[in-house]
């Protein structure tokens, strides 16, 4: 079955406890992205990839890195999370190239809680 | 920059009702997005909107696409429970990294009553 998964679903941990959330596609998709939803603000992206070994910033880099060193995967690291970065977070794939219209196919999510 | 506003955000409606939400962007956006999103789930991809008068239909749903008014609308016909969520436009902009970047408007949550 072609899917976005993510790892782990659920998360609490305390401030400054280094923590990954995964992100892994079976569909071979070039484009990976990262998102976070909070109430009231949406959706905003946070990082990027193109392919793999390239990466870029999104509207919210702040406080996040990742990295891209098999196409199938994105993991999201927070180095020092804060609670500012509890939120609901989303990683999405889509095909690179005009046929595929750029439709991102996202994950389940992952609620994480930072005390 | 593309910024994306979505109105209402929040709609209550009555089942066998028909009703629209409409979604404005700033700026060029060459292609428009709707996503569903069911409480606690992920995002689900209903339509994509490539060009100028572009019309899609699942279903109750038929998302359009005006761009020279830069505005897209997502019209649900004779509303069912079921189609109770919150719906997201999302516009992707620009050329190269940016082209595949979504800006999304801040959702509507549609709740249909019986």
């Known amino acids: 079955e072609a899917q976005v998964t993510q790892n782990p679903r659920y998360l609490i941990t305390v401030t400054g406890k280094k923590l990954t959330v995964t992100c892994s596609q079976n569909?071979?998709?070039?484009?990976m992205s990262w998102y976070r939803q909070d109430p009231g603000l949406g959706l905003r992206q946070i990082y990027y990839?193109?392919?793999?070994?390239?990466?870029d910033k999104g509207d919210v880099p702040e406080g996040y890195k990742v990295s891209r060193k098999e196409k199938r995967n994105f993991p999201l690291i927070l180095e020092s999370p804060s609670p500012n970065q509890t939120s609901l977070y989303f990683c999405?794939?889509?095909?690179?190239?005009?046929?595929?219209?750029?439709?991102?196919?996202f994950g389940p999510g992952t609620r994480l809680t930072v005390l | 920059e593309l910024k994306v506003e979505q109105n209402p955000l929040f709609l209550s409606m009555q089942e066998g009702k028909n009703y629209t939400i409409y979604c404005n962007y700033s700026?060029?956006?060459?292609?428009l997005y709707w996503y569903r999103q069911d409480p606690g789930k992920s995002l689900e991809s209903l339509f994509v909107?490539?060009?100028?008068?572009a019309v899609k239909q699942e279903g109750r749903l038929m998302a359009s696409l005006d761009t020279k008014a830069r505005l897209s609308t997502l019209h649900i016909t004779a509303a069912v429970h079921d189609l109770s969520a919150t719906y997201f436009c999302?516009?992707?902009?620009?050329?190269?990294?940016?082209?595949?970047?979504?800006?999304f408007g801040k959702g509507t949550l549609l709740t249909v009553n019986p």
């Open positions: 999405a794939s889509s095909l690179r190239g005009t046929g595929s219209y750029n439709e991102q196919f």
């Open positions: 990839s193109m392919n793999v070994e390239v990466t």
């Open positions: 909107l490539l060009s100028n008068g």
């Open positions: 569909m071979n998709h070039e484009y």
């Open positions: 999302a516009g992707s902009p620009g050329s190269g990294g940016s082209n595949y970047k979504l800006t």
């Open positions: 700026t060029t956006s060459d292609r």
